[in-house]
Each structure stands twice: as structure tokens, then as C-alpha cells.
């Protein structure tokens, strides 16, 4: 039995605005528990809310990036349910009328093919409050912090469209890469600025009829989503195969244990209950506010991949990475302005350094080596100063700390020798020194002269302690060996 | 000086004829030798309002004071009093003290009146007799063994016993106005969106609107002059100038247009009332104003609506109240569940439980449509009705109640036969009309009220009306047995 | 109009508000009585009639996103329950 996956996202989104979505207290991580969460935050009695203008425009944004219908008009809902962080016992949410209609994203996939995505709608709420089941105070407790209730979110939600592990990741990457793009979200996945829930069912092949989903929610990495869809989609296939029924859940998954299960049954009858905030009123959203925000709108990941390629002459695989994420781009940018090598830039940006800083688990916005301090690497590759294991060395210095690449090169003394004259001399030195080897390598068949050039460049390297340039070397080595033929 | 309007306080504090200290500490006084008999005040705030009349004095001293400088008033228990308990006359608040000021409180303090204390109320609002408070009930002034109505039955009880001039109070079905009949004196509820709601406990969002109590319309206009306000804290507030409502009090009646609803003067409207009310409209003809007989054909169905949409929104806006933050919390509880359930049952009173469930109900899945969806709709009609009788008149008027104060335990175990004490107030609430009652007569030495309903914004106007009938009556100057001396 | 117990239960527990078994009958009872009441709403035709939230013509007024609430930890907790090291304490919670 062959079976089809399908797969639809949540994707909340926290927007990087200063202060709440209904009050003026700051939105700043890492904050001492409760010291920002102001009266409204807390719901105390007579508290209200008013709406931040720069929520709205983000979500406007957002809508714009991903080519939705703006809802002119759009309201809040009061979703209504107990639970510690959610200290209004209803989250403010919309539901009839949110801000952001239909639209449309292009995933790009390995394979070079691409694939449409559609936005069903997403809309702006409220995040909630923190529990800690672990602290100074007795197992009996737990303990709440409500800085983060009241950060403003945007729901993306996703139409099932996506049939496999691969789609439903390039489109949360791609979503990832327009939210930080646009500069409404800060995309640091750690601090839980991007949140996944992923709705997964199964069908036999070509069936019309879909099969019942779960959903897995609050995943915050990439690669836990992956995990958790591949795993979900074995487990149904499994309980199908074995005669079973899917029964209709929320699932959580822990990346750590890789382990996945039901959520306590107290969300299956759970009668949210929304009805119209009275507190709210409903928001206008004029042409000419669109219109602004659509004029002042960041470059796009689609656009700016084009650019690169053109701009930079890279090839299209290559802008495809350097500008899906809008932080690498920016970096990218900036090392190739101050360079002046696109080539040598986009390499060293995709290899060494994103190899780097994925292994310590950085972000590029917290890398030890600047995009000054990797342009000055690059220059001196450039030039010939230093060779490309050389650079190596150099970069693991900068990275280290030691200071730029020239300082390095100068405290190591790594500089490569290009004067050509002295090469000829390096050469000529050995050729000197090694007469059995000139004899053994005239006296070769042609056919294999080639293999014992090695030799000679190995003795040339060793006096010249690796700092001969080893492409001139080459070729003067060549040149000299020919005369003597 | 208990004898004396807050017009009268006014001229004899800014002419140095007494003392703002004096006018307080006599006050006090008075709360503390008769509130034992009526259970109007809660707290009493002696030590700061001694001290905000010492600071009163001093402005007035200096000159150019605020009109309300000096003049003592009493905040319903609702209002959040910065460092004074607000207990909204719950349990459930009963250890509440909130650290901030309700927008109307600030105002007060800001023009220099000093609180005396706060009054007690029906338990979060929800009532028409002020028998639910925890703090037990409110007794008449003019019968103790009856009703002062409710929820603002403190304020309107304090204000006939003369243990303040003034008091704020709060209308959400008719609590401004209903107390204010029962009682003999004066209150006006604002249109929807003239005073703040920042602060102000919510009970029915899309309802509640704060309001002044005092025995004349014209101390009604002093009073209000300080609580409306525009507040960008509170969304729902209109942002409208405040006029000067004491400049029009004295534009004659004479061709006055005033709409006598049919629907008011049927079934269940206790004779004796019917007899004062009509009386009292034949004197505003006889002053010149136009009685024209109109139709308000959905008035039935204010009730019904009205009971759907406060306990709806209610049951949300008081989830808050959880043991989790603030107020009550439950003994040992076993764990969070039981937490909520037992400090909610503990800390709430019959009625605002089942108003809880009915809220609940009405917004249940299934039931949604039938009820609330259905009863947002019928508020339409309603608003639809006043709409159109503006067309051609200027004033509604009618009775405030359908009987005289009753007898305490007298509507029993129905819950229905006291809503139905609201059944003339109601409509306006859910239309966000502004509506006044002032005193019009006496039947067994119980006061009856007349109400007076106006447009949107035209507080002018309705105050302008009431104050010329009380420039020819003298009903507003009665005084309950032994209160006057 | 009767509720039936179930009901009630469900209410209860959507609402968080603990009913006494003794007085299950007696809310039951109650609650139906204001359902009649509310029950005369369906006689009425509405049909093409928008539903009204909120009784003024107003939109929502956006707020400037900059900070106007510093940190008022001590007078926010002052009346809380039960804190510790700036938490508000709940009885713990199991997922």
C-alpha cells in the first residue's frame, strides 16, 4: 500500500516590536522574571487594552510579502480557556476577521524544482506568560512569568498543502527567511521567536478522502520539526496498517529524547467559546497605510536572490543560500563590499564560517569573526599574500580572537613568498641540491613525469616551510625542469 | 452642611464660610454615627481624607481652585482606589488593594475632591437590590427593611442619608439609575464612552459606564464635568470635547419634544408610580415641553438580550479572578484545578455564579447562534427603535422602575423576578444612550423616579430638563426620617 | 426549561467553579428559569440584521510602540498569593 502524507503548519511568529500588542511594557529578552509584565499584563481588575500601531504594521507586512488580501476591516475574538500563563483566562486573539487573507509562498526544493504554497490567513494575537516546574521553591509549585504574555504574534496558517518532510521544512525556512527579511521578527528560534505546529495525516495513494490529523505543536528547530513529521507519519501508517483508527490529538515532541507523545486530554474538550472583545474596537486599515508600507517594504528573499545572482554573478544555487537567511545576506553584503570578491566571499560565507557557527550553534549576528575581519582574509588570498591553507589557519586566529588577518599573518609570520625572484632562486636550490631526482625524472617516460613533480614540490615546500606560493612554484619548477630536458 | 447641595458646598468653601476640613471631618462624622444603620460605606478613608482636605484648603487658599476642590464625595467600591481596598464588594477582593487609580479617581484627585471612603455595592455589579454584597446588604434610608436597589445601592443609600453630597456609581442595566428611584435622588449613566473605563472592575464591557449620584441634577453636572473624559488607555472611550454641563442648565423646556414610550406604561407598573410619573411629565408640559406618545416596539426583548449579552461578556472578563495573581485563593489546594474551582466557588457569591454559568452557556458551542449571536442582533433592533423615535423627539422619558423599593428576600428564589426590575433601564445600556433618573414623587413614603433618556452625547440636554423640573419641584429635596438634622 | 446535570457539570468545568453536589439541583433549577427568560429571544425574526458588539461607530486607536510601563514587580506582587524570587506560585502544573 503506497500512502500520501499531508501536512499543514502554524507557524506563530513573535513580531520584534519594543512593547506589547496591548500595553506599553517592554517586549526585551531575557528580562528578570515579572519585571516586565505592567498591570494589563497581569490583568489586573480594570485593566484594558489598546492596540500597538506597530503590530499592525507588521502583520501588514507580512501580508504584503506573501501576497494576501490586508482585511480593511479587521477585529478581535476572545478565545477562552484556564491556564497559568494565559492571566486574563482568554487569549485575545482574531478569528472571524483577521488581518491578513489568502496568500501565496514558492518553496524552492533540493532537487531545483519549486512548489507553491498557500497562505489560508494569518492573523495577529497575543503570546502567553512562561510556567517553570523547576526553581527555588517547592516541587508542590509551579512558578509564572508573564514578561512574555502580551508579546504580539502573528498565526501564519498554512493550507494542507505540503506533502512531505522536505516541503513543509523549506517552507517553514522560507517563512523564516520573509519574517526576517521584512525585520518584523528576529528569528532566533531559541528564544522561541518562531514557534511550529504541524498538522500531519496520511491517505492511500490518490484517495480524495483525508484521513484524521494530529497535531504536534510548539516545535522550535528545524530539525526537531523534521523529526517529529517523519516520526508522526510512521506511527499513523503503522497504526493504520495494524487495523487501527487515528484518533484526532495534540502531540508533543521533545527533540532531546526523541520522544513523542499525546498531550493530557484536558485540550479534547476544550469549548473556546470566542465571541467579539468588547475592550477592542474594529481596525481600519486604509489603502494609503498599505500603500506606504508596500512602498517602504525591505527586500524579499526571492528578489534578493535574483539580485545576487546578477549583482555578484553567483550562481543561482549558490544566491539561494547566501539569501535565505536575511542575516548571512546582510553579511555577505558587507564582506563582499569591503572585498571586492563575490566569489571568494559567497565560499567562504556558505562554507567555512556557516560550518563554524552551526557546530558552536551561532547565529551569524553573534559571529566572532566580523564581515571587516573576513574581508581582510579575503584580500590577502586574493593578493597571494597567504595560500588557501594558509587562510585556514588564519581564519581559526581571527575566530580565536588574535585580531585581523594581517596581524595574524604578521605575528606568525605566515606570509606566503611570491617574489618571484626568490622562488626562482627556492627552485633552482633544490634542483641543485636533488640531482638523482632531476636524473630519475628526465630519464621517465614523458607519460609519467607528471607523478614525480610531488617530490620536488615537497622539498621546495619543506625549505620554504610552506610559505612558497605553490601555483608560481609550479610553474617555474615546470619551466626549469623543461630546460633541462 | 449635609443640608447643602455640592452647588452650595462649592460657594461655601470658595467664600471661606467653612473649611474644607471641617465640611470632612463632618462627614465623617455623620458615616460614623449613621452608616451602621444602612451599610452604604465599606471603608472609610478618614486619614487620607483628612490630609486631601488639608491640601484642598490650602488651594483654595491660594485661589483659582478647581470647582470640586474641597468637596467630599464617596468612589463605589468598584473604582480602583490607589492603596485602598477595592473589593467590588466581593470576597473574592476582599485582601485587593490595587496600586493604581481608576482614570475617574485620578480625575477626582486632580480637581482637589476628597474621599471620604467607598461604597458598598452588589457583589461585581450584579444585581438591582444590593443584597449580594459580601460585605452585606444596603438598607434604604426610607424604609430599612427595603431595598435601596442596586448594584450602586451604597452610593445611592450614602447620598439620601446625606453621608456625602456626591458619589460615583456605575450603570450597566440600570445600576445608576434604578438606586437612584428607590432612593429619591438624582444619578445620570453617560453615553457609552464618555467616562473611562480604565480601572473600572468590568463587569459587561459593552455595557458598563461610570456615572455621579447626588440629590440634584445640577450637582450631577459638577460631578460629571469631572468624570467624563477622554483616556487613551480605555479603547471604548470616545474622544469627544467635554462640555461645560453646568452652562446649559438653564435654557428653558418650552417646546421641548419629550417621547412617552407605550410600552413603559403597561402591565407590571405598580399604580402608584404611573400616578408620580405622569404627574411629573404634566408639570414639564406645563412648563412648555411637548409630550408626544411614541413606540418602542423591542422593548420586551431588552431583557431577554440583556441577559444573554452581561453574563456572556462577565463570564469572560471574570476569569481573571482565579487565586492565581490577586484576591482570594482557596486553603490547601490540592493542585491548580482544584485551585480554580474552589477559590471561584469560595470567593464568589451565588449571583455571579450563575451568571458565570449562564455566560458560559450562552457562548457554548451549539448554543452561540441561538443566544448570544441572536441577542447581538435584537440589541440592533433595540438601538434601531431609539434611532427612530430621535427622529422626532428629543427627550425619552418615563418610569425609572416599575414599583417602589421592595422589601428585602421579597423576589425570592427567582432570579428572573429581579432582573425584571430593569426592564425601563436596560434598553439604553444596550443602545449606549445616556439615561438620568431624578426624583418625581412618593408613594407610602417611598420615592419614585422619573428617567429621562436622551441621544448620543446630549447629557446637556437631559440634564437641562431635570434640573428645570427640579427648579419647580421640590421632590429632589426630601429627606428620608431623621437623615436631615 | 431544566438543564440536564450533565450540563451543569460541563459548565462547571468550563467555568472553573467548583458545584456542590447537594447544590447541583437547585443551580439546575435556577439556570433554567433565566433560560426561559432568554428563550423568548428566538421568537424573534432577525434574519438580515447585522449583530451589534459594540453601540458606538468607533475604530480602535493605535497605540506609539515605545515603552511606558517600567518595571513595578514589588507593587504588582505586593497582594499576591504566593511569589517566590519574582514568580507568582500556582500549584504545580502537569502537562
Not at chain 3, 458606538?56 to 498569593?81: C, F, G, I, K, S
Request: aromatic share 6%; with cysteine; proline share 4%.
Amino acid at each position: 500500500m503506497n500512502w500520501d502524507t499531508v501536512i499543514g503548519l502554524e507557524i506563530h511568529v513573535q513580531l520584534a516590536t519594543k512593547t506589547k500588542i496591548f500595553s506599553g511594557a517592554s517586549t526585551a529578552f531575557g528580562a528578570e522574571p515579572n519585571t516586565q509584565a505592567c498591570a494589563i499584563d497581569l490583568a489586573m481588575p480594570g485593566t484594558l487594552p489598546v492596540l500597538n500601531k506597530q503590530a499592525v504594521n507588521y502583520a501588514i507586512m507580512f501580508g504584503l510579502a506573501v501576497d494576501a488580501e490586508i482585511g480593511q476591516v479587521s477585529a478581535f475574538e476572545r478565545k477562552n480557556y484556564f491556564y497559568p500563563d494565559l492571566p486574563k483566562g482568554y487569549q485575545t486573539t482574531q478569528l472571524e476577521k483577521p488581518i491578513v487573507g489568502r496568500g501565496n509562498v514558492e518553496i524552492q526544493l533540493a532537487d531545483g524544482s519549486t512548489k507553491n504554497v498557500r497562505i489560508h490567513h494569518a492573523h495577529l494575537e497575543e503570546d502567553a506568560g512562561k510556567s517553570l516546574h523547576e526553581g527555588n521553591f517547592s516541587s508542590k509549585f509551579s512558578g509564572i512569568d508573564l514578561n512574555r504574555a502580551g508579546t504580539p504574534l502573528i498565526e501564519i496558517v498554512s493550507e494542507p498543502d505540503m506533502s512531505n518532510a522536505e516541503e513543509a521544512i523549506a517552507f517553514a525556512k522560507k517563512i523564516h527567511s520573509i519574517v526576517t527579511s521584512l525585520g518584523i521578527c528576529d528569528g532566533e528560534m531559541s528564544q522561541g521567536s518562531m514557534r511550529f505546529d504541524v498538522n500531519v495525516s496520511v491517505k492511500p495513494s490518490g484517495s480524495d478522502v483525508l484521513g484524521t490529523r494530529t497535531e504536534t505543536k510548539n516545535l522550535n528547530s528545524f530539525k526537531f520539526m523534521e523529526e517529529a513529521i517523519k516520526r508522526e507519519v510512521e506511527r499513523q501508517i503503522d497504526v493504520i496498517e495494524d487495523g487501527g483508527t487515528i484518533a484526532q490529538e495534540t502531540r508533543l515532541y521533545n527533540g532531546e529524547t526523541k520522544i513523542a507523545r499525546s498531550m493530557r486530554s484536558k485540550e479534547e474538550a476544550n469549548d473556546y467559546r470566542y465571541f467579539p472583545c468588547p475592550d477592542l474596537l474594529p481596525v481600519i486599515v486604509s489603502d494609503e497605510q498599505v500603500a506606504e508600507l508596500r512602498r517602504n517594504l525591505p527586500e524579499l528573499p526571492d528578489a534578493r536572490q535574483s539580485r545576487f545572482t546578477e549583482q555578484y554573478s553567483l550562481s543561482d544555487y549558490d544566491s539561494g543560500i547566501l539569501s535565505s537567511d536575511a542575516a548571512m545576506a546582510k553579511y555577505f553584503e558587507a564582506v563582499t563590499s569591503a572585498c571586492n570578491n563575490a566569489k571568494l566571499a559567497a565560499n567562504w560565507t556558505m562554507g567555512e564560517l556557516a560550518a563554524r557557527l552551526n557546530n558552536e550553534d551561532l547565529s551569524v549576528a553573534n559571529s566572532p569573526v566580523s564581515a571587516e575581519q573576513l574581508a581582510g582574509l579575503i584580500t590577502r588570498i586574493a593578493d597571494n599574500s597567504i595560500s588557501g591553507k594558509m587562510a585556514k589557519e588564519v581564519f581559526e586566529g581571527i575566530w580565536a580572537g588574535e585580531g585581523s588577518a594581517d596581524e595574524i599573518i604578521e605575528a606568525r609570520g605566515l606570509k606566503q613568498v611570491s617574489d618571484s625572484g626568490a622562488l626562482e632562486q627556492m627552485v633552482a636550490d633544490v634542483l641543485a641540491a636533488n640531482q638523482a631526482m632531476v636524473d630519475a625524472y628526465i630519464n621517465t617516460d614523458e607519460a609519467k613525469r607528471k607523478k614525480k613533480l610531488g617530490g620536488f614540490m615537497g622539498q621546495i615546500m619543506k625549505a620554504s616551510k610552506g610559505q612558497a606560493n605553490p601555483q608560481q612554484v609550479n610553474q617555474i619548477l615546470a619551466k626549469k625542469l623543461n630546460e633541462l630536458l | 452642611m449635609h443640608n447643602l447641595t455640592i452647588a452650595e458646598l462649592i460657594k461655601g468653601l470658595q467664600s471661606k464660610e467653612f473649611t474644607s476640613v471641617e465640611l470632612t471631618q463632618h462627614f465623617l462624622d455623620r458615616i460614623g454615627n449613621l452608616n451602621p444603620a444602612y451599610n452604604a460605606v465599606i471603608t472609610v478613608t478618614a486619614e487620607q481624607a483628612l490630609k486631601a482636605a488639608a491640601a484642598a484648603d490650602q488651594r483654595l487658599t491660594a485661589g483659582n481652585a478647581p470647582d470640586l476642590c474641597g468637596v467630599p464625595i464617596l468612589h463605589k467600591d468598584i473604582f480602583c482606589t490607589n492603596g485602598v481596598r477595592t473589593s467590588c464588594g466581593s470576597k473574592m477582593l476582599d485582601n485587593f488593594t490595587p496600586p493604581y487609580n481608576a482614570t475617574v479617581v485620578e480625575n477626582f484627585e486632580q480637581a482637589g475632591a476628597v474621599v471620604l471612603g467607598k461604597t458598598n455595592m452588589d457583589e461585581f455589579a450584579m444585581g438591582s437590590s444590593n443584597e449580594t454584597s459580601f460585605y452585606g446588604p444596603v438598607k434604604n434610608p426610607w424604609a430599612t427593611d427595603s431595598v435601596p436597589g442596586g448594584s450602586s445601592g451604597g452610593s445611592a443609600a450614602a447620598v439620601a442619608a446625606r453621608l456625602a453630597p456626591g458619589a460615583t456609581a456605575t450603570d450597566t442595566g440600570g445600576s445608576i439609575r434604578q438606586p437612584a428611584a428607590l432612593c429619591g435622588v438624582s444619578g445620570i449613566k453617560p453615553t457609552y464612552g464618555r467616562v473611562s473605563r480604565w480601572g473600572m472592575i468590568a463587569f459587561a464591557s459593552s455595557l458598563d459606564q461610570g456615572g455621579p449620584m447626588a440629590r440634584t441634577a445640577e450637582d450631577c453636572a459638577l460631578l460629571l464635568n469631572c468624570m467624563a473624559s477622554y483616556d487613551d488607555k480605555d479603547s471604548t472611550c470616545i474622544d469627544r470635547e467635554v462640555p461645560d454641563y453646568t452652562a446649559t442648565l438653564n435654557g428653558s423646556v418650552k417646546d421641548l419634544r419629550i417621547g412617552v414610550p407605550k410600552e413603559y406604561f403597561s402591565e407590571g407598573l405598580h399604580p402608584g408610580t404611573e400616578d408620580a410619573v405622569r404627574t411629573a411629565l404634566a408639570k414639564l408640559e406645563a412648563q412648555g415641553a411637548e409630550l408626544i406618545e411614541i413606540s418602542l416596539p423591542n422593548s420586551a426583548l431588552s431583557v431577554p438580550a440583556y441577559y444573554v449579552i452581561a453574563p456572556a461578556e462577565a463570564s469572560a472578563n471574570l476569569s481573571r479572578f482565579d487565586g492565581s495573581r490577586y484576591g482570594y485563593r482557596c486553603e490547601n489546594p490540592s493542585d491548580l484545578q482544584d485551585m480554580y474551582c474552589r477559590s471561584r466557588a469560595e470567593g464568589f457569591g451565588e449571583e455571579v455564579q450563575r451568571r458565570i454559568l449562564i455566560g458560559t452557556y450562552c457562548l457554548s458551542a451549539g448554543y452561540y447562534d441561538a443566544y448570544y449571536g441572536k441577542a447581538q442582533q435584537v440589541r440592533q433592533l433595540i438601538q434601531q427603535d431609539f434611532a427612530n423615535a430621535f427622529d422626532s423627539v428629543d427627550l425619552i422619558m418615563g418610569p425609572t422602575c416599575p414599583s417602589p423599593a421592595f422589601k428585602f428576600g421579597s423576589k425570592g428564589d427567582d432570579p428572573v423576578a429581579m432582573y425584571l426590575e430593569d426592564i425601563y433601564t436596560i434598553a439604553t445600556n444596550l443602545a449606549g444612550l445616556p439615561g438620568m433618573s431624578i426624583p418625581c414623587g412618593m408613594v407610602d413614603n417611598k420615592p419614585v423616579g422619573l428617567q429621562i433618556i436622551g441621544n448620543y452625547f446630549d447629557e446637556a440636554r437631559i440634564l437641562n430638563a431635570a434640573h428645570q423640573y427640579q427648579q419647580a419641584t421640590d421632590w429632589h429635596d426630601l429627606a428620608p426620617e431623621g437623615v436631615a438634622s | 426549561m431544566s438543564i440536564e446535570r450533565q450540563e451543569i457539570e460541563k459548565l462547571a468545568t468550563l467555568s472553573r467553579i467548583a458545584i456542590n453536589e447537594s447544590t447541583i439541583a437547585e443551580v439546575s433549577q435556577r439556570l433554567g428559569s433565566v433560560l426561559d427568560l432568554v428563550d423568548q429571544l428566538q421568537a424573534v425574526n432577525t434574519e438580515g440584521v447585522e449583530a451589534m458588539s459594540h453601540p458606538m461607530q468607533a475604530t480602535q486607536r493605535l497605540r506609539e510602540d515605545e515603552v511606558t510601563e517600567l518595571n513595578q514587580r514589588d507593587a504588582l506582587q505586593a497582594t499576591a498569593p504566593e511569589t517566590e524570587d519574582g514568580l507568582f506560585l500556582v500549584p504545580k502544573v502537569i502537562e
